[in-house]
């Protein structure tokens, strides 16, 4: 077959136009988040690391978690004050703050948005519930808001930041069957925050597009060239997702990255890997309720078959810091005094001698499930597989997912004999781990888990949590966490160090435990 | 043709609704609780035991069952746990991108697979047979995976000549929707430029897809045209001098291809389920990525609507492909 000139340059041209440019080019100003959206856009409805993320950016809070250690800033609050019994807080706003539709925002849209969470009563209300009544919140100025307690509560003042303030005005009209506009709100927005949403470009779990807002109460001059557009496009698959950072195409990853991902990144000119410190507890858990985990001894067998070391250091390659409690050792109330189960297969082979003398049934299979997406947590299981199969133990891994863990976690005779998995920060405050790990109110939520029940350890956690004085509350959760160790009901393995990949050319990141570094508006993308 | 093809229609309901029992009882009989997973972090069991009576769970299975097949008969198939969006709508707005994707790679497997069939039909036990059949081979088990990971390796990363994901490049603005493919819906708009973007972002997607179906449809294709070439038509038409690929492109093809046929219905199905893989690696915003986002979160209403849509689809293809037969074969008219 024969091609003419005119013929090759026709399909030449056609080429060209197919290929047009570099397959990896990205539009200048625009930063590409490959994190995961949350399931719903409501900051009332969903509490996870991704709603954080996504409200950190879209809404404002009365006060914020910033850098890391993390500090309490005012921001849509310039200050407060608490009365002397700790029962009446007064928060006074800022003034002339615009929400996304022009509108100023006053004390009776916080006061709106904290009775909608409340009646929404969703997680990010948990919390909040057992102190704060929907009467208890009010507007006695248009720039101050009262908070009144029933009792004090030690966390109120850390759980501030949890709760988004929403624009009632832009709600209100589309509510139904006085839902609070909670339909609507699930693919809308209705903040004041950094950037908002463009309804036309979300498609929920797929994308959103989010624009800058030049008319933010912080002003902008901080950040001469801050990120235009925020085009939010989650990469499902972690080798996906990671390719994408290589090539340029996406500009931040997750930050649950395994170690062979974070060395290919290491080794990239394209991006590089933030790691920090953090307050995310990785725990595996044991029904308690379940023979052979409501004998100690047995327990204790568990606890020192993990080889802590090996899977902090060869396997995370030194990405975590061991955490012998459950309370984060980088927050008060953590007692430096307690070293935790060690590694020791004699040890474990001890006290699985002991519980099987005591008619524990150490010899039936045990299963701990995994979840499949987080190859951390096959690696752990997998790990600690070949271990207690040394001292005896038959473990076998199950494949689940977190939302059916925390599914059938809700009953104790459902509840897997194990299961493993992260608790993240929230609120910095000890409650947000040991207080709903270990305090028997919280059975029947994932975070209470293994069913441990122990009245003294209810009785000091519920103590320091309707204790206001961080100085008294903190060695009632010292004390607490002594007793739970010593009760050995979970096997506490590490703080985690966030390792999230992020682009050469993003500019400003900056890590708080709180959001795992999603804020955007301290960014900046070089050329 | 209009009486068979309503027989069909018919005998497909009693199935679907077969399957719309059987799946709605799998997933709801496990021993999990929707209502714990929906509330999220934080929760208190009492908000968990709210949610509950709010969405009916703590209703007898049975009831739950009834008030469902009554709401899918009413073309309502309920709101997503957690996007509180219609899974209608969602499923609509997504549906367009896995039928291109499918179509996008039955059509490359068939337009390829035929051909490379023939070929290695003809030179049956020759050196394009080998290359056939170690093709053949290969397709069928290789990992999508891994073949994914290779192509966006190679494509991507080395050479830089296609997007690694996703349906379009950043900053692009799209036509407006007619038909929901954004191929044929760029060229409707006269949009050019949003055409040859998103046949660049089909490519690799196609190409991971199609490869099983492609060599599955060459073997068939093959096997059918050795057949084929022993009847006593082949001989006496070659006797007579008849152009030989002439002969082979037009007559042994047309007799060489029923199975083929079978096989394409069967693919389609196939292919729509790997789609549930090849979604998740190149991002590709169809129903395979919502369906594995369904399961990750157990939205057990998008489960359901998913898997009867999956039935649905299948049982039209397989009435499509009994019509091809007979098109191709008026003989077998007679026995359908």
Redesign the interface.
């Known amino acids: 077959m024969q091609i003419s000139r005119r013929e090759f340059g026709a399909l030449a041209a056609a080429a060209l136009a197919f290929r047009g440019q570099s397959a990896a080019a990205v539009e200048a100003g625009v930063f590409v988040a490959g994190q995961d959206l949350p399931a719903n856009l409501d900051p009332a409805q969903v509490l996870d690391v991704q709603a954080t993320q996504y409200a950190l950016n879209a809404y404002d809070n009365l006060y914020r978690y910033e850098g890391n250690p993390a500090k309490m800033q005012p921001w849509l609050a310039t200050d407060h004050t608490v009365s002397a019994d700790g029962l009446t807080w007064e928060f006074k706003l800022r003034e002339g703050v615009k929400f996304h539709d022009g509108s100023e925002l006053t004390a009776d849209d916080v006061v709106y948005s904290f009775q909608r969470l409340l009646a929404i009563r969703r997680a990010p209300a948990g919390p909040l519930q057992p102190i704060l009544k929907p009467d208890s919140v009010s507007a006695p100025a248009r720039h101050t808001v009262r908070f009144t307690l029933a009792q004090p509560f030690g966390p109120f003042f850390a759980m501030i930041p949890m709760v988004a303030i929403v624009n009632p005005r832009a709600i209100k009209p589309n509510e139904e069957n006085g839902d609070w506009g909670a339909k609507w709100l699930a693919s809308n927005e209705a903040g004041s925050g950094a950037y908002r949403l463009l309804p036309a470009g979300y498609v929920p779990l797929e994308r959103a597009d989010l624009e800058k807002y030049d008319d933010h109460f912080m002003g902008w001059s901080d950040n001469p060239h801050p990120i235009k557009r925020i085009e939010w496009r989650p990469a499902k698959v972690t080798s996906t997702r990671v390719l994408a950072l290589l090539n340029g195409t996406l500009d931040m990853t997750d930050s649950f990255l395994p170690v062979d991902q974070v060395e290919r990144i290491d080794k990239s000119s394209n991006a590089h890997v933030a790691k920090n410190v953090t307050m995310r507890l990785l725990v595996i858990r044991m029904n308690n309720t379940k023979p052979p985990f409501d004998n100690l001894n047995a327990r204790k067998a568990f606890a020192h078959s993990f080889n802590y070391s090996g899977f902090i250091d060869e396997i995370v390659k030194g990405n975590a810091v061991r955490d012998p409690v459950p309370i984060p050792n980088t927050i008060w109330g953590f007692p430096k005094d307690v070293s935790g189960y060690e590694f020791d297969l004699k040890k474990a082979k001890g006290y699985f001698d002991k519980a099987m003398g005591e008619g524990a049934p150490m010899k039936r299979p045990i299963q701990m499930h995994v979840q499949q997406p987080l190859e951390q947590t096959v690696q752990a299981g997998q790990l600690f597989q070949s271990d207690l199969a040394t001292v005896g133990i038959d473990l076998k891994l199950v494949n689940d997912t977190f939302a059916n863990l925390t599914s059938i976690s809700s009953k104790a005779e459902t509840t897997p004999d194990m299961w493993i998995h992260w608790v993240s920060a929230y609120y910095l405050d000890p409650d947000n781990w040991i207080g709903q790990m270990y305090d028997s109110k919280y059975h029947g939520t994932w975070k209470a888990s293994c069913w441990y029940s122990n009245s003294k350890v209810d009785e000091l956690l519920r103590k320091a949590r309707f204790t206001t004085d961080q100085e008294d509350r903190g060695p009632l959760y010292e004390q607490a966490a002594r007793l739970v160790v010593a009760d050995s009901p979970d096997i506490w393995i590490y703080n985690m160090v966030e390792v999230c990949g992020v682009s050469n050319r993003v500019q400003g990141f900056r890590h708080c435990p709180v959001g795992s570094g999603g804020e955007m508006r301290w960014m900046y993308l070089s050329a | 043709m209009l009486g068979f093809v309503l027989r069909r229609a018919l005998s497909a309901i009693p199935s679907l609704f077969g399957l719309l029992v059987v799946t709605f009882l799998l997933i709801r009989i496990v021993?999990?609780?929707?209502?714990?997973?929906l509330?999220?972090?934080?929760?208190?069991?009492?908000?968990?035991a709210?949610?509950r009576h709010q969405y009916g769970f703590d209703r007898p299975i049975g009831e739950q069952l009834i008030i469902y097949i009554g709401q899918v008969f009413r073309f309502n198939f309920g709101e997503?746990q957690?996007?509180?969006?219609p899974v209608g709508l969602?499923i609509r707005?997504r549906l367009p991108a896995t039928l291109e994707l499918t179509f996008g790679s039955l059509l490359f497997a068939t337009l390829v697979g035929i051909p490379i069939g023939v070929v290695a039909g003809v030179y049956h036990n020759r050196w394009p047979d080998f290359v056939l059949r170690l093709f053949s081979i290969t397709g069928v088990a290789i990992a999508a995976f891994w073949f994914a990971?290779m192509l966006?390796?190679l494509?991507?990363?080395q050479l830089?000549?296609?997007?690694?994901?996703?349906r379009t490049?950043?900053?692009i603005v799209l036509p407006s929707e007619v038909t929901g493919s954004l191929l044929l819906d760029s060229l409707i708009a006269g949009r050019?430029?949003v055409f040859?973007?998103a046949?660049?972002h089909l490519v690799l997607p196609v190409a991971t897809l199609s490869l099983g179906a492609l060599a599955s449809i060459a073997r068939f294709t093959r096997a059918g045209v050795l057949e084929t070439m022993q009847k006593d038509f082949v001989l006496y038409e070659r006797a007579v001098g008849y152009p030989r690929w002439r002969l082979i492109w037009i007559y042994v093809l047309r007799n060489s291809v029923i199975a083929a046929v079978s096989q394409i219905g069967l693919l389609f199905g196939a292919l729509i389920a790997g789609a549930v893989v090849v979604e998740?690696?190149?991002?590709w915003?169809g129903i395979g990525?919502?369906t594995?986002?369904a399961?990750?979160?157990?939205d057990y209403k998008v489960m359901l609507a998913v898997t009867l849509l999956i039935g649905v689809i299948y049982t039209i293809v397989n009435i499509l492909t009994d019509l091809t037969h007979g098109l191709l074969d008026p003989r077998l008219w007679e026995q359908l």
């Open positions: 021993p999990a609780d929707p209502a714990a997973a509330a999220g972090d934080n929760a208190t069991p009492q908000q968990i709210a949610i997503s957690y996007s509180h969006r969602d707005q990971i966006q390796l494509f991507s990363m830089d000549w296609l997007p690694l994901r996703g490049g950043t900053g050019l430029d040859a973007d046949l660049r998740s690696i190149f991002d915003p990525n919502y594995v986002q399961i990750l979160t157990a």
